[in-house]
C-alpha cells in the first residue's frame, strides 16, 4: 500500500515542477533571447513485482513506483530577429552568447537588449556591463557602430574593441539563472559571430506548445491528486478491518 502512496506523491512533485517550468517559457515569452526549457521525466527504478502463492513467491515483472526528474533542458534554437532602431540594440545569429560582467559572476546570455551606463559603458540594464575581448566595453555615446563580426567603432570610426563572443566547450557544464543568464565553467571565445545592430533577437518560446503542454501537466497533476486520495481511502479502510480482526 505504501508503494501506491510513492507512486502518486511522486507524480504530483514531478508535475508541480512540471507546471513551474511551463509558466517560466509562458512569463518569459516576451524575454529578448530567451530560451524555453523542457522538463524531462524519468523513473526512481525497477521494482520487481511479486506474487504469492501456495507458500512461495514468484516473479511477474517489474513496476516503476516513482518518478523523478531526470533533468530539465534547454532549447537553444534561434528564433527570428526584429528591428528596433535603437543603437544599443543588438542580436546574434548563429552559436555564440554575449558575455556581461555581474556583481558576482560573468554571465553568458542571447538578450541583447543593451544600455548605455552613466560612464558610457555598455550594459545589460539589472546585470551588469557588456564585455569586449579586452575588457568592460566602452562607448562613450549613441554614435558608434558594431559590424557583422562583432567589431565596434567611435562616432570618429576608430576601433574600440571587439564584442566577446564565447560558446560553452562540448565538456563544460551550463548553470542557468533567471532573465535568460547562463554561467559556464569553460567557454571559448567564439571566432567568427554574426551580429546585427539595431536588432534583437525574439524568445524562442511557442506559446501554442506551452499551454498544451500546461493542460497536459494540470490532468497529470489531478489524476495523481485523485490516486493519492484513492490510495488513501484503502488504506484506511484496510486499517479498519485490521483492527476489527
Known amino acids: 500500500m505504501l508503494a501506491g502512496f510513492y507512486t502518486a506523491a511522486s507524480g504530483i512533485l514531478v508535475q508541480q515542477r512540471n507546471i513551474n517550468e511551463i509558466g517560466n517559457n509562458i512569463t518569459n515569452s516576451q524575454t529578448v533571447g530567451y530560451r524555453s526549457r523542457r522538463l524531462v521525466q524519468s ?4 521494482n520487481l513485482l511479486t506474487r504469492y ?4 513467491y514468484t516473479n511477474i515483472g517489474e513496476g516503476d513506483p516513482v518518478s523523478l526528474v531526470d533533468i530539465v533542458e534547454t532549447n537553444f534554437d534561434e528564433n527570428s530577429l526584429k528591428d528596433t532602431s535603437w543603437p544599443y540594440d543588438m542580436a546574434l545569429v548563429g552559436e555564440g552568447f554575449f558575455n556581461i560582467l555581474g556583481e558576482e559572476r560573468q554571465y553568458l546570455t542571447r538578450n541583447g537588449n543593451f544600455n548605455i551606463d552613466d560612464e558610457g559603458y555598455l550594459v545589460l540594464d539589472g546585470i551588469g556591463r557588456v564585455m569586449g575581448e579586452s575588457g568592460e566595453l566602452y562607448i562613450g555615446g549613441a554614435d558608434f557602430k558594431v559590424t557583422n563580426e562583432g ?6 570610426n576608430r576601433y574600440v574593441d571587439k564584442l566577446l563572443i564565447t560558446m560553452p566547450a562540448d565538456d563544460a557544464q551550463i548553470y542557468k539563472f533567471d532573465n535568460g543568464m547562463y554561467v559556464t565553467d569553460n567557454a571559448q571565445i567564439y571566432e567568427n559571430p554574426t551580429v546585427y545592430q539595431n536588432t534583437l533577437e525574439r524568445s524562442n518560446v511557442d506559446m501554442n506548445q506551452e499551454y498544451t503542454k500546461l493542460i ?28 476489527i480482526t
Open 43 to 46: 523513473t526512481f527504478e525497477h
Open 53 to 56: 502463492e501456495n507458500g512461495k
Open 151 to 156: 567589431y565596434v567603432y567611435d562616432e570618429n
Open 216 to 243: 497536459e501537466a494540470q490532468r497529470n497533476l489531478q489524476a495523481c491528486s485523485t490516486a493519492l486520495s484513492t490510495v488513501d481511502a484503502m488504506n484506511a479502510k484496510a486499517a479498519t478491518l485490521s483492527s
